[in-house]
């Protein structure tokens, strides 16, 4: 059974920083790209960031380069977002997902807020 599990998220003040982990069960870790979408209320889910098995190359959406930085931890089959400098437009709800050619899986999600 395939389990993609965040944590990390919560509400914090813009200009904060958070870290979302992302623990993964059920696959060889290694064999899957890995990345972090998130969907804010109203708006289609985005991919926020994405990194390949060996952590070798490292992709961001514009909205969050220079602010956010993907990393993973094959030892521990757990892929992270370190979010700094938030801002009030990072409110989303933020998922974990892997995939190796079509085989894909997702994570629950995780809530950020980003206020005041």
């Known amino acids: 059974q395939v389990q993609l599990v965040e944590s990390g998220g919560g509400l914090v003040q813009p200009g904060g920083s958070l870290r979302l982990s992302c623990a993964v069960s059920?696959?060889?870790?290694?064999?899957?790209?890995t990345s972090w979408y998130r969907q804010a209320p109203g708006k289609e889910r985005e991919s926020v960031a994405s990194?390949?098995?060996?952590?070798?190359?490292?992709n961001y959406a514009d909205s969050v380069k220079g602010r956010f930085t993907i990393s993973r931890d094959n030892g521990k089959n757990t892929v992270y977002l370190q979010m700094n400098s938030l801002k009030p437009e990072d409110t989303a709800v933020y998922y974990c997902?892997?995939?190796?050619?079509?085989?894909?899986?997702w994570g629950q999600g995780t809530q950020v807020t980003v206020s005041s």
């Open positions: 997902y892997v995939r190796r050619n079509s085989e894909i899986y």
């Open positions: 059920g696959i060889t870790f290694t064999i899957y790209t």
């Open positions: 990194i390949s098995r060996f952590g070798g190359n490292t």
